[in-house]
């Protein structure tokens, strides 16, 4: 299916999760929005490279540095042999830096997984709804980057990366209108808003701070415990805005993709329950943003091809983000 029904006319079927879109692409789908990647509109993407500009969207694995949100630290031990050096990673997070959440990362704290999958799928024989799903059908389409960082700066309102700023989808609006660029359906939408930069120039006690901080493999979910960071506003406004625009995943620089702090036992305090559980919708996070925008305020151009290819790991919850961009 290529054409989606409207956000307010989901769910399909009554037995589904109000305002979600279970069964939109079958009962047994695995990969969301990502069905709009139609060989159509990746060869239309393709045609938007028109300098050979390549990008890349993937910050450093090492980074953040401490590990934020409960991961632990990467460990690179080079191993000599007779005809040459060989590696091994210990404390691997696929998490840890750029990032995909897959859709099984999420959990709905009433309705569950996208789809109805359950965590016991990822451990089935053999495993289903893993990031595989995704890296098994190869993740290539249009994106658009919105610059917020930018837009903000020059009308003399700058982020504060270091603090909670929820953009709004009439702020969305405005920086896609003075960028001169538009949605479509079966695109990647990066969101930049600076928080890369000012993690880097932060001292080290902001940084151990944040690392102190929201620790994801706890069930204490007090609001106190998310350090604040800015990103998209949680209402349901934006899940039917970027649902109703055909965004396929929303990708930013941010540790969440949406404004921080969150209340992930509150299914009204947390996006990322509206746009992976109930409609499919992938989220990236941590991603290296700043080549990218540094570059569409020179040439004045926000769109281009966008390629990834997450870890093809069964009942996989997550990869690096593996992201390139073309222009």
Request: hydrophobic share 40%; with cysteine; proline share 7%.
């Amino acid at each position: 299916m290529t054409e989606i029904p409207a956000y307010r006319d989901l769910p399909i079927a009554p037995e589904h999760p109000p305002r979600s879109a279970w069964g939109v692409w079958g009962d047994d789908d695995e990969i969301g929005a990502m069905n709009l990647l139609t060989p159509e509109r990746t060869a239309q993407a393709a045609r938007l490279v028109r300098r050979g500009a390549v990008f890349s969207l993937n910050w450093e694995l090492d980074e953040p540095s401490p590990p934020i949100l409960g991961r632990g630290r990467l460990e690179h031990t080079i191993i000599d042999g007779p005809s040459g050096p060989d590696d091994r990673y210990d404390c691997f997070y696929p998490q840890a830096s750029s990032q995909w959440d897959a859709l099984a990362h999420v959990r709905h704290p009433r309705y569950g997984s996208y789809n109805g999958w359950t965590t016991a799928d990822l451990t089935a024989d053999p495993p289903r709804f893993g990031i595989d799903a995704w890296a098994r059908k190869g993740l290539a389409g249009r994106f658009v980057l919105v610059d917020a960082e930018r837009y903000f700066a020059e009308r003399g309102e700058p982020i504060d990366a270091g603090t909670t700023r929820a953009i709004t989808v009439a702020e969305m609006k405005d920086i896609l209108d003075a960028q001169g660029v538009a949605l479509t359906p079966g695109t990647f939408l990066l969101v930049h808003v600076g928080w890369i930069d000012w993690y880097l120039a932060s001292d080290e006690q902001t940084k151990l701070r944040l690392a102190r901080g929201a620790d994801f493999s706890t069930t204490d979910h007090d609001l106190e415990h998310f350090f604040p960071a800015p990103g998209l506003d949680r209402a349901e406004e934006m899940a039917e805005w970027l649902w109703d625009s055909g965004v396929v995943a929303v990708a930013s620089d941010c540790p969440a993709v949406e404004a921080m702090p969150m209340q992930r036992d509150d299914s009204e305090g947390f996006l990322h329950y509206r746009l992976a559980a109930l409609l499919g919708i992938g989220i990236g996070e941590m991603w290296d943003l700043r080549a990218l925008a540094a570059d569409s305020a020179v040439d004045g151009v926000y769109e281009g091809l966008l390629a990834s290819a997450p870890l093809n790991k069964r009942g996989g919850t997550g990869s690096p983000a593996n992201a390139l961009a073309f222009k």
